[in-house]
């Protein structure tokens, strides 16, 4: 075997030496699932080494990981994981992450729940973590069921199912997901919708409307705009012809939302919001992007799996935009509705915006998400 | 199956157990030191894997990748970087459409990855297509099928080798072959008339000094085994001879120049079983942490069903010269020639079956060394 590997050097190939000792046993992953009668918990634990060859979690090239580099990576890392994990029947939801550490190194822990009921006795899983970077990776899971003896499987990464036929629609759910828990993202359209159910009078003051079709139609405006501008960007990036860091799109979305809640306030901006809208919403769909090159589409079917996860995005989206509308609707005839919720909620969207903007930029960590 | 998942189940329950909760206090620190790159510059080589993503069919980036982790894999015997290397050249799921020198890569990772047939399998492909010589891939299916035991198989690609334009190299593994055999004397001048080639590269020199060397280890004379390893040292010192040559003086019991040999290497899981025995046999002191250290490896690596096939080897070693578990050494190293049939498989094999007393375990070893047709002088006392 060596013999071989020797020989096969001495002809075509080139000695590189290298020093520093490192892990000897092949990529594992170990996954822990309890089945019992509400549902499914399941504990995924993966080397932060292999995570760092799949999406880079060592920022500044260095080869060391340190915590302020793992806590940003933390959505990339569910972005990454979750949707190359699925079992038949049980959408899986995050429920808490950590770190630990094994005898062989670091490890990211991610909690995934459902509530589903795995009728037979092993449900089909169907894995494809680190599939493009290491194809010799396993998964070892160890299912457990209340009243039986736990079994052991090792699960093999098999290509990523992608194709809408399968009927699994899973980019849909990616985007709903990306969007449901991109806060920056949600935050940037609730400032936009805070004062949609007000309309500003004459003399700089603002007045509720008084049908909800009122508050509809700049509604529709707004989230035509940035979906428009997103999917635009996004697109532009998802095929490779516009890319632009991450270290310039990431604190610039912050910027947009520390705008928008300022505008609420005390009007800035000196052109229509949908205007500012759609310019804003250009810079959103190149943050989609970043999550969308982690996701590793299928080249295969690249149209499709972009068109799912945009559509993912809109559904998300718009579930966000209609409880809110209702929501601020039944607010607006308050008298405090002006002071509390649009003046209250910008200025909080402002603080957080800010301090976005002083994580994004620096290596500070300052707020939970 | 069913120990072998039990156990599988136990080993995993007792390594989750080894899992502590890391809480960080701080950005500025450290969770895990990645694995050193050489020479080249860790940015650079995300760039590289990033545009091969892009552009998985562009076969000299493929390769140059593939390359650069096999090596690594080699050096460090770490084998994610041999995984790695699968990867790169993924490019090329069909084999009909892959070029020569990526399906020539995927033998070698099979090969690495202890995946025999399947890497004969790739070779017989590449080598029914119309077209150039390619001494390389039959000298490596000449390797594969002799680490197989199919010696006269490797005979007859050692042919090729020399039709194909390497006489060199054709000539040096028909030799080896016939060394294997027990054409001692005969290979022995075979081998000293292709040393005597003028302006032979070192690497070139090198191998056929260790050929030799385990010529003369397997003809049990030691003097000149010594003197033709250390030549091979001196020519190119490559990971391959410095453990063969540290087995060779484990075998010598000269242990402490051992474990002189063996300090200086990355400590993969052949370097550290070596580094153990080596202790174990002169009571070093760090033989003791060397054997925790291995010990756990094995269980870690166990974790996976199909362990024994990349370690099979070296568990057999383990369990024969750390605990003196004659039996379980037996069905580890009864399990490893199943795959791969080296003289230091049978060797292994062979110890184990003397050690166990059992006049049956040894007519098995005779079978299986009769049936492959290895002679080795070594074996005698022992059968």
Same mark, same amino acid.
């Given at each position: 075997?060596?013999?071989?590997?020797?020989?096969?050097?001495?002809?075509?190939?080139?000695?590189l030496?290298s020093?520093?000792?490192a892990a000897h046993?092949a990529s594992?992953?170990?996954?822990?699932?309890?089945?019992?009668?509400?549902?499914?918990?399941?504990?995924?634990?993966?080397?932060?080494r292999?995570?760092?060859a799949?999406?880079?979690?060592?920022?500044?090239?260095?080869?060391?990981?340190?915590?302020?580099?793992?806590?940003?990576?933390?959505?990339?890392?569910?972005?990454?994981?979750?949707?190359?994990?699925?079992?038949? @029947?049980?959408?899986?939801?995050?429920?808490?992450?950590?770190?630990?550490?094994?005898?062989?190194?670091?490890?990211?822990?991610?909690?995934?729940?459902?509530?589903?009921?795995?009728?037979?006795?092993?449900?089909?899983?169907?894995?494809?973590?680190?599939?493009?970077v290491d194809?010799t990776?396993?998964?070892?899971?160890?299912?457990?069921?209340?009243?039986?003896?736990?079994?052991?499987?090792?699960?093999?990464?098999?290509?990523?199912?992608?194709?809408?036929?399968? @009927?699994?629609?899973?980019?849909?759910?990616?985007?709903?997901?990306?969007?449901?828990?991109?806060?920056?993202?949600?935050?940037?359209?609730?400032?936009?919708?805070?004062?949609?159910?007000?309309?500003?009078?004459?003399?700089?003051?603002?007045?509720?409307?008084?049908?909800?079709?009122?508050?509809?139609?700049?509604?529709?405006?707004?989230?035509?705009?940035?979906?428009?501008?997103?999917?635009?960007?996004?697109?532009?990036?998802?095929?490779?012809?516009?890319?632009?860091?991450?270290?310039?799109?990431?604190?610039?979305?912050?910027?947009?939302?520390?705008?928008?809640?300022?505008?609420?306030?005390?009007?800035?901006?000196?052109?229509?919001?949908?205007?500012?809208?759609?310019?804003?919403?250009?810079?959103?769909?190149?943050?989609?992007?970043?999550?969308? @090159?982690?996701?590793?589409?299928?080249?295969?079917?690249?149209?499709?799996?972009?068109?799912?996860?945009?559509?993912?995005?809109?559904? @998300?989206?718009?579930?966000?935009?209609?409880?809110?509308?209702?929501?601020?609707?039944?607010?607006?005839?308050?008298?405090?509705?002006?002071?509390?919720?649009?003046?209250?909620?910008?200025?909080?969207?402002?603080?957080?915006?800010?301090?976005?903007?002083?994580?994004?930029?620096?290596?500070?960590?300052?707020?939970?998400? | 199956?069913?120990?072998?998942?039990?156990?599988?189940?136990?080993?995993?329950?007792?390594?989750?157990?080894?899992?502590?909760?890391?809480?960080?206090?701080?950005?500025?620190?450290?969770?895990?030191?990645?694995p050193?790159t050489a020479?080249?510059?860790?940015?650079?080589?995300?760039?590289?894997?990033?545009?091969?993503?892009?552009?998985?069919?562009?076969?000299?980036?493929?390769?140059?990748v593939a390359r650069r982790e096999l090596a690594r894999a080699h050096e460090l015997g770490d084998p994610r970087f041999a995984g790695m290397a699968l990867a790169a050249?993924?490019?090329?799921?069909?084999?009909?459409?892959?070029?020569?020198?990526?399906?020539?890569?995927?033998?070698?990772l099979?090969?690495y990855?202890?995946?025999?047939?399947?890497?004969?399998?790739?070779?017989?492909?590449?080598?029914?297509?119309?077209?150039?010589?390619?001494?390389?891939?039959?000298?490596?299916?000449?390797?594969?099928?002799?680490?197989?035991?199919?010696?006269?198989?490797?005979?007859?690609?050692?042919?090729?080798?020399?039709?194909?334009?390497?006489?060199?190299?054709?000539?040096?593994?028909?030799?080896?072959?016939?060394?294997?055999?027990?054409?001692?004397?005969?290979?022995?001048?075979?081998?000293?008339?292709?040393?005597?080639?003028?302006?032979?590269?070192?690497?070139?020199?090198?191998?056929?000094?260790?050929?030799?060397?385990?010529?003369?280890?397997?003809?049990?004379?030691?003097?000149?085994?010594?003197?033709?390893?250390?030549?091979?040292?001196?020519?190119?010192?490559?990971?391959?001879?410095?453990?063969?040559?540290?087995?060779?003086?484990?075998?010598?019991?000269?242990?402490?120049?051992?474990?002189?040999?063996?300090?200086?290497?990355?400590?993969?899981?052949?370097?550290?079983?070596?580094?153990?025995?080596?202790?174990?046999?002169?009571?070093?002191?760090?033989?003791?942490?060397?054997?925790?250290?291995?010990?756990?490896?094995?269980?870690?690596?166990?974790?996976?069903?199909?362990?024994?096939?990349?370690?099979?080897?070296?568990?057999?070693?383990?369990?024969?010269?750390?605990?003196?578990?004659?039996?379980?050494?037996?069905?580890?190293?009864?399990?490893?020639?199943?795959?791969?049939?080296?003289?230091?498989?049978?060797?292994?094999?062979?110890?184990?079956?003397?050690?166990?007393?059992?006049?049956?375990?040894?007519?098995?070893?005779?079978?299986?060394?009769?049936?492959?047709?290895?002679?080795?002088?070594?074996?005698?006392?022992?059968?």
């Amino acid at each position: 075997m060596r013999a071989l590997c020797r020989r096969f050097l001495l002809l075509v190939a080139a000695l590189l030496v290298s020093t520093s000792a490192a892990a000897h046993k092949a990529s594992d992953a170990y996954l822990q699932l309890d089945m019992h009668e509400r549902g499914l918990a399941l504990r995924w634990d993966i080397a932060l080494r292999d995570l760092d060859a799949a999406i880079t979690l060592d920022a500044d090239d260095d080869g060391r990981l340190t915590w302020g580099e793992v806590r940003t990576a933390w959505p990339r890392i569910e972005a990454y994981a979750v949707p190359r994990l699925q079992i038949d @029947g049980c959408p899986l939801r995050i429920a808490g992450h950590g770190l630990e550490r094994r005898s062989d190194g670091a490890y990211a822990v991610l909690q995934l729940a459902s509530d589903c009921i795995v009728e037979s006795a092993l449900p089909a899983i169907h894995y494809s973590l680190l599939r493009e970077v290491d194809p010799t990776h396993r998964g070892i899971a160890r299912i457990e069921r209340v009243g039986q003896a736990s079994i052991v499987r090792l699960l093999e990464p098999t290509e990523r199912a992608a194709s809408p036929a399968a @009927g699994r629609l899973e980019f849909l759910r990616d985007g709903v997901h990306h969007i449901l828990t991109g806060y920056d993202h949600v935050l940037f359209l609730l400032c936009l919708l805070l004062p949609a159910v007000m309309r500003r009078v004459p003399g700089g003051g603002w007045q509720p409307v008084e049908r909800l079709s009122q508050a509809v139609l700049p509604v529709v405006g707004i989230v035509s705009a940035f979906t428009l501008a997103h999917s635009i960007t996004l697109g532009l990036a998802a095929a490779k012809l516009v890319s632009l860091p991450a270290a310039l799109i990431e604190p610039a979305i912050a910027v947009t939302i520390v705008l928008a809640a300022l505008d609420n306030i005390w009007p800035v901006f000196p052109v229509r919001r949908v205007v500012v809208t759609f310019f804003f919403g250009l810079i959103h769909g190149f943050g989609f992007a970043g999550v969308l @090159g982690e996701l590793n589409l299928p080249t295969s079917q690249f149209a499709w799996a972009l068109l799912e996860f945009n559509l993912g995005l809109e559904l @998300g989206q718009l579930a966000i935009v209609v409880l809110a509308t209702v929501a601020l609707f039944a607010l607006r005839a308050r008298p405090s509705y002006r002071a509390v919720v649009v003046r209250g909620g910008s200025l909080a969207a402002m603080v957080v915006g800010v301090l976005w903007l002083a994580e994004r930029t620096s290596n500070v960590s300052l707020l939970p998400i | 199956m069913r120990r072998a998942l039990i156990a599988l189940a136990l080993a995993w329950a007792a390594l989750a157990a080894h899992a502590a909760p890391i809480n960080p206090m701080r950005d500025d620190e450290v969770i895990e030191v990645l694995p050193a790159t050489a020479g080249r510059a860790r940015g650079e080589e995300r760039r590289q894997r990033e545009q091969l993503a892009k552009t998985p069919r562009d076969a000299g980036l493929a390769l140059g990748v593939a390359r650069r982790e096999l090596a690594r894999a080699h050096e460090l015997g770490d084998p994610r970087f041999a995984g790695m290397a699968l990867a790169a050249i993924d490019g090329w799921r069909n084999d009909a459409d892959a070029p020569a020198d990526v399906m020539l890569m995927r033998a070698t990772l099979q090969q690495y990855l202890h995946e025999f047939d399947a890497a004969a399998a790739t070779l017989q492909k590449l080598l029914a297509r119309p077209g150039s010589p390619q001494p390389q891939a039959w000298l490596t299916l000449a390797t594969v099928r002799r680490v197989q035991g199919r010696y006269s198989d490797s005979d007859a690609a050692c042919a090729q080798v020399s039709r194909a334009g390497s006489t060199l190299y054709g000539t040096a593994c028909q030799a080896e072959n016939a060394a294997l055999r027990g054409e001692f004397a005969q290979s022995r001048s075979r081998l000293d008339g292709l040393l005597a080639t003028p302006r032979l590269p070192g690497a070139t020199r090198a191998w056929l000094l260790t050929t030799l060397a385990e010529l003369e280890q397997r003809a049990v004379q030691p003097n000149a085994a010594d003197t033709a390893y250390r030549a091979a040292l001196l020519a190119d010192p490559d990971h391959y001879t410095r453990l063969a040559y540290a087995d060779f003086l484990i075998e010598q019991r000269r242990a402490e120049q051992a474990l002189t040999v063996l300090r200086s290497q990355p400590r993969s899981d052949a370097v550290l079983l070596r580094l153990a025995i080596a202790g174990a046999q002169a009571r070093a002191p760090g033989a003791a942490a060397d054997i925790a250290e291995m010990r756990e490896r094995i269980a870690m690596a166990n974790e996976r069903p199909d362990a024994k096939r990349l370690h099979g080897r070296e568990q057999a070693m383990f369990a024969l010269w750390i605990d003196g578990a004659a039996d379980r050494a037996l069905e580890l190293a009864r399990g490893n020639v199943a795959q791969q049939r080296e003289p230091i498989d049978l060797l292994v094999f062979a110890q184990a079956a003397h050690r166990s007393g059992r006049d049956s375990a040894r007519d098995e070893v005779r079978r299986v060394v009769d049936a492959v047709g290895l002679r080795d002088e070594r074996l005698r006392e022992l059968l």
